[in-house]
C-alpha cells in the first residue's frame, strides 16, 4: 500500500517561480516528514524536514507547510533556479523507523 | 568518510540466475534499508533493519531476501532474477531518533535479461 502520495508527477517552473510540490499520508504513526532531493545518478539527500508538531518550517528558499488535521504537507521553492532541477521525495517515519517515500517530482526549471 | 558503499554499481543478470547486492556504512547507524527505484518510479522499500540480527519486510519484499549479522553490512540477495527485478536499488543507512537523516548509497543499476 502506498502509505504517501505525492503529486504531481513532473512539474514545469520558470526561473524566479515557485515550485510546490504537494504530499499526503495514511500512517497517522509517522511524526517526521523529510524531503529528499535527488540528481541524476545519485542517490537521494535530505534536504529539510518537519515534525507535526510545527505548521511551517523554513530553511533559505525552501519551506515545508504541515497542515496535521489534513494530513498533509507541502514543500515550497521560492525564486527556483535551474540548479534546483531535480526529482523530489517527501517521506514519513515513525517510532519504528520505516521511511516511507511518496511517488517522486520530477522538477524541471527553465532559464 | 565513506558514508554507505554499495556495490557492484552496474550488473546484468540472465533469468534465474542468483546475486548479492552489497551494502556497507561506517557511519555505525542502526537502521538500514533497501529501496527500488523503478524508472519515473519513487522509492519502493524492499526490506529493512533496525539492528543486527533484525529484518522485517517492506512494500515488495517478494522476491529478495536479506541478513544482517553485523550493525555495518545489510546484502540484499535475490533469487532467480526475472526481469520485474530491473531496476536501480539503493541501500540507505540511518541513526534513528529526533531528527533522524538517511545516508544513500550511489544505487546499484541491475538489469535482468
Known amino acids: 500500500q502506498q502509505q504517501v502520495k505525492q503529486s504531481p508527477q513532473s512539474l514545469i517552473v520558470q526561473k524566479g517561480g515557485i515550485s510546490i510540490i504537494n504530499c499526503a499520508y495514511e500512517n497517522t504513526a509517522f511524526d517526521y516528514f523529510p524531503w529528499y532531493q535527488q540528481f541524476p545518478g545519485k542517490g537521494p539527500a535530505l534536504l529539510i524536514a518537519?515534525?507535526?508538531?510545527?505548521s511551517e518550517k523554513k530553511e533559505g528558499r525552501f519551506t515545508i507547510s504541515f497542515n496535521k488535521s489534513a494530513k498533509q504537507f507541502s514543500l515550497h521553492i521560492m525564486d527556483s533556479q535551474p540548479g534546483d532541477s531535480a526529482t523530489y521525495f517527501c517521506?514519513?517515519?515513525?517510532?519504528?523507523?520505516?521511511?516511507?517515500f511518496g511517488q517522486g517530482t520530477r522538477l524541471t526549471i527553465n532559464p | 568518510n565513506a558514508g554507505v558503499t554499495q556495490t557492484p554499481k552496474f550488473r546484468i543478470l540472465k533469468i534465474g540466475q542468483s546475486m548479492t547486492l552489497q551494502c556497507a556504512q561506517d557511519?555505525?547507524?542502526?537502521?538500514m534499508y533497501w529501496y527500488r527505484q523503478d524508472p519515473g518510479m519513487g522509492l519502493k522499500l524492499i526490506y529493512y533493519s533496525v539492528g543486527a540480527g533484525i529484518t522485517d519486510k517492506g512494500e515488495v519484499p517478494n522476491g529478495y531476501n536479506v541478513s544482517r549479522s553485523t550493525t555495518e553490512d545489510f546484502p540484499l540477495r535475490l533469487e532467480l532474477a526475472a526481469p520485474s527485478q530491473t531496476s536501480v536499488y539503493f541501500c540507505?543507512?540511518?541513526?534513528?531518533?529526533?531528527?533522524?537523516?538517511?545516508?544513500f548509497g550511489q544505487g546499484t543499476r541491475l538489469t535482468v535479461v
Open positions: 517521506a514519513g517515519t515513525g517510532g519504528a523507523q520505516k521511511l516511507v
Open positions: 518537519i515534525r507535526p508538531d510545527v
Open positions: 557511519m555505525n547507524h542502526n537502521y
Open positions: 540507505a543507512s540511518m541513526t534513528g531518533g529526533p531528527n533522524t537523516e538517511a545516508f
